[in-house]
């Protein structure tokens, strides 16, 4: 934009350019971030700008009514009549109507009290990895030792049913008559 306009939106920090003036804002800047949006800026050199530390964010909001409210529209040509006995050029007294025409009531507020901090991490901790990795590692391995003494146990009970059971049998009819 700096290089574009040879100044810097109203919007963006710092002190190192001037700010726009209104003209140069609504010529320049609005057609550079229109060609930014239609992607002409895209085979540029890839921006390796971190995020910012801090960042203020204020939300804009307009709340409009009729100021003087009709009630009160009266009590303040009133009191605009005591306190100030000028009249206008013809001499009357100015009505309602051109206090809302050319009075307003302007209030500025904060409209949430609240702060907001955003902390950014690793998705994945190296600790976390390696806790992950050595508990599926254990799980792994504690399943296949309980799977090497089932193999154990099978392979003892078939030896000594196939060898001891039948040794035991064969004695057992030996000395039956």
Not at 115 to 126: D, S
């Given at each position: 934009m700096v290089q574009e306009c040879g100044c810097r939106s109203y919007y963006l920090r710092g002190n190192q350019y001037d700010e726009c003036t209104l003209y140069k804002e609504s010529e320049c800047v609005e057609a550079v971030i229109k060609r930014y949006h239609q992607g002409e800026f895209s085979g540029l050199a890839s921006c390796t700008c971190q995020d910012p530390c801090i960042s203020?964010?204020?939300k804009a909001t307009l709340s409009t009514a009729e100021y003087p409210a009709k009630n009160y529209g009266e009590?303040?040509?009133?009191?605009?009549?005591?306190?100030?006995?000028?009249?206008n050029q013809n001499g009357s007294v100015r009505n309602v109507q051109f206090?809302?025409?050319?009075?307003?009531?302007?209030?500025i507020y904060f409209e949430i009290l609240s702060?907001?901090?955003?902390?950014?991490?690793?998705?994945?901790?190296?600790s976390n990895l390696m806790g992950d990795v050595g508990g599926q590692l254990?799980?792994?391995l504690g399943a296949n030792v309980v799977t090497i003494f089932e193999f154990v146990d099978f392979y003892l009970r078939?030896?000594?049913?196939?060898?001891v059971?039948?040794?035991?049998?064969?004695?057992?009819?030996?000395?039956?008559?």
């Open positions: 203020e964010l204020y009590a303040l040509q009133k009191w605009m009549r005591e306190t100030n006995p000028n009249k206090y809302r025409e050319n009075f307003m009531k302007v209030h702060i907001k901090e955003v902390e950014k991490v690793g998705a994945y901790k190296w254990g799980l792994f078939l030896f000594y049913y196939k060898f059971a039948e040794y035991v049998v064969r004695i057992v009819k030996g000395r039956k008559p």
